[in-house]
């Protein structure tokens, strides 16, 4: 079910299982993202869509299985990691260029303040996700589409070329949301970002990502979006009646009265 | 008032606890720790408590005893199978219990649990009070040093972990420079003021300014101004020097507060 040929993935998961503290929470995950991708990871809250992002990013161990990174790209693979906005503590008294600039303490080194270099990297993803405006700003000041655009700038200042953004549309208006996911298809189509995306809102992905990730309950599929949307697999996975329509040219995923 | 030996060395011990602390403070608040660092200072006085009654070393008792506690607060599982808040409460009771009831019959047993929470700044000796200028010197060197992953580690330590942090060591780091200089202040200025340090100045750097940088600032210089002035105003007055220098910190915080809701633009 990895759909990407042995040799061409950046990182695979083989048969993985994830859990916290002996609770399993995702079994005998398979699947594969290529160099260039465009990955949606769609399922309800809870269903293990940020644990997998973890997993992918090396900071939770899978309990079974392996997540691999292929060895001759692994070295040039760096992860620009977007979280989920309302993780972040709004008290903290921290202007966007702040944030922004943390994404390069870890190239500064210990002990040494970040240089010319840094600030330079700073301004330039400030100014590819057009918000330089809002540099000197409080983060707390700031509408939730902004907050998304200051983090998704930390990820870019990493020198990131795979993107991994967690919800990062959740609880937006109709407007903020469409904003966000036209900003990540241009980082993808013209900066050559790969690019995996989480959301629970299935059609909000399903018409702006390459493959879908689709979980529900220990269930999965993983292919193209052609695929993946159609009114068999979905009914399967989310074991409800599915109607999968096109609407204006998109898929629109409706499930009958 | 500066004539006076006792008070230069009370000046100079609670300045250098004060400042340190109101610069640890500011994490604590940010973090949202405040209760761990009352628990914390509460196990502390449990640790000296135990060394009074003992006999052997209070400051080694406390701590090696907030030492555990830092170990058990900064582990990853801590508030996540039991509520943090229930936990802390259990502690917090219980030391500041153990800690009376440890000293109740000693030979100056209630002395003993007044000096643990008020303190006793002036009965600090100049040899006291070098070496916990040296230590919290050494502890705000540190933090000074490793202010940028300090910093990283406590507003998003995911996304530092992402870059290779070893975001559970850091964390034990943090919980172990908050834990020594706790333990090593119950001692010479007692629970309250130790506890009033870590949040009346934080809090006031955050009323003050919108900039971190400035918080810090703020919470430091506070602290400083508060320990003069409260020591002056004691000597002045007679009243006992702890409770007077929160009383001056919570007086600056009032009027910064009221400064901020007077500048405040009216709605509506």
Redesign the interface.
Known sequence: MTAVPAGSALVRFEDVGLGY?GLPVIEKLSFAVAKGDFVGIVGPNGAGKSTIL?AM???LRPARGAVVYEAEVHRELR?G?V?QRH???H?????VR??VG??R??R?G??R??GPADDLAVARALEAIDIVDLAER?FAELSGGQRQRALIA?ALA?GANFLVLDEPTDGMDLKSTHGILGLVRRLHRDEGLTVVFVSHQLNEVANYVDRLLVIDEGRYHFGPVDEVLTADHLRRIYQVPVVVETVAGASVVVVPR | MLQYGFIRTALLGTTAIGVVCAYLGVYV??R?IVFVGATMAQISSAGIALGILTGWSPNAWSVGLTFLAVLFFAHP?FG??WPQDATLGVLFTVSGAAAVLLVAHTARGNEEVVHLVQGNLLAMTAAEARWLALAFAGILAVHL??F??F??LS??P????????RAGRWNLAFYVLLGVGVALAIKAIGILLMFAFLVIPASLG?VL????G??FLIAMAAAAVAVYLGIGLSYRYDFPSAPMIIAVLGGLLGIAAAWRALRRPRTG
């Open positions: 503290g973890k990013l090396g900071i992860f990691y979280p993780t972040l503590d008290i903290y008294p921290l202007s702040a944030i943390m994404a303490y870890a500064a210990l002990v303040r970040p409080r930390r990493t | 608040v940010l949202r599982s996540k199978r040093a490793f940028k992953e910093l990283y507003f998003d995911t996304m530092a972990a992402t870059q290779g942090y955050l300014t919108r900039r971190l400035g918080v």
